[in-house]
Nanobody, 126 residues
C-alpha cells in the first residue's frame, strides 16, 4: 500500500522559511514525477512545484524564486524548501506522486497524480 506522509508544516511569520518533507512508502518513485500542491482557503487545489526523473523542476509563477523542490531517491523522500513566505502562501500543502515519468501539456493535471498525502497546514502571518 502506497503512503505519502508530509511533515514540517506549521506557523511562521511573513518573510520566514519552512521546509516540508514527504516520506513515501510502499513503492519507490525514483522514475516518476512527484510534486507539491496546495489548497488555499476557498480556492481549488493548485500545483506548486514538481520534479521529474531527470531532476527537471517546474514551479508555479507565484512561488518561483522562493520555493525549491528536491528529491532524495535513496530516502524515497521529497522536499519543499519555502523561503520568503507570504501570507498568501497560507494553505494545506499536499505531496503527490504519479505513475508517469513524463507527460506533455498541463504540468499540474490532478488526475495524472495517483497518490496523495493527507496534507499539512502552513500558516503565514503578516
Amino acid at each position: 500500500q502506497v503512503q505519502l506522509v508530509e511533515s514540517g508544516g506549521g506557523s511562521v511569520q511573513a518573510g520566514g522559511s519552512l521546509r516540508l518533507s514527504c516520506q513515501a512508502s510502499g513503492s519507490t518513485f525514483n522514475n516518476n514525477i512527484m510534486g507539491w500542491f496546495r489548497q488555499r482557503p476557498g480556492k481549488e487545489r493548485e500545483g506548486v512545484a514538481r520534479v521529474d526523473l531527470y531532476g527537471m523542476t517546474s514551479y508555479a509563477p507565484s512561488v518561483k524564486g522562493r520555493f525549491t523542490i528536491s528529491k532524495d531517491n535513496a530516502k524515497n523522500s521529497l522536499y519543499l524548501q519555502m523561503n520568503s513566505l507570504k501570507a498568501e502562501d497560507t494553505a494545506m500543502y499536499y505531496c503527490a506522486a504519479s505513475i508517469y515519468s513524463y507527460w506533455s501539456g498541463e504540468p499540474w493535471e490532478l488526475k495524472k497524480f495517483q497518490y496523495w498525502g493527507q496534507g499539512i497546514l502552513v500558516t503565514v502571518s503578516s
